[in-house]
C-alpha cells in the first residue's frame, strides 16, 4: 500500500521560500505520476504543479508559473516555492497517480498524503 507523507511547511514572509517534500513508502514511485494539490480556507482543492512518472513532464497552474519547481528522486517528490505570496496560503497535499502522465485535476489521483500548513505572511 503506498503511503504519502508531506513535510516542509511553515510560516514565511511574503517574498520568502520553502521546499515540501513527499515522501513515499509502501511502493516505488517510479510507475507515478505526482501532483501537488493546495486548499485554502473556504476555497476548494486546486491543483498547483504535478509531474510525469518519468519525471519529463510538468505541469503548473498559471498563478505559481515562473515561482514554484516541481522535481522527483527516487521516492521523494519536491516542491520548490519561491517569491510567495499571502494567497499561496494553504495546506498543501500531495497525491500519486498509477499512470504515466500528471494533470491538475484532482480527481485521477488514488493516493494522498495528510497535508503540511504553509502561512505566508508578514
Known amino acids: 500500500q503506498l503511503q504519502l507523507v508531506e513535510s516542509g511547511g511553515g510560516l514565511v514572509q511574503p517574498g520568502g521560500s520553502l ?7 509502501g511502493v ?7 501532483g501537488w494539490f493546495r486548499q485554502a480556507p473556504g476555497k476548494e482543492r486546486e491543483g498547483v504543479s504535478c509531474i510525469s512518472s518519468s ?27 519561491n517569491s510567495l505570496k499571502p494567497e ?17 485535476s484532482q480527481f485521477p489521483y488514488d493516493y494522498w498524503g495528510q ?7 508578514p
Not at 521546499?19 to 513508502?25: D, V
Not at 513532464?57 to 522527483?72: A, E, L, M
Not at 499561496?88 to 491538475?104: E, G, H, N, P, S
Open 19 to 25: 521546499s515540501l517534500s513527499c515522501a513515499a513508502s
Open 28 to 34: 516505488t514511485l517510479d510507475y507515478y505520476s505526482i
Open 55 to 81: 519525471g519529463g513532464i510538468t505541469n503548473y497552474t498559471d498563478s505559481v508559473k515562473g515561482r514554484f519547481t516541481i522535481s522527483r528522486n527516487k521516492n521523494t517528490v519536491y516542491l520548490q516555492m
Open 88 to 104: 499561496d496560503t494553504a495546506v498543501y497535499y500531495c497525491a500519486a497517480v498509477a499512470f504515466k502522465l500528471c494533470v491538475l
Open 115 to 121: 497535508g503540511t500548513q504553509v502561512t505566508v505572511s
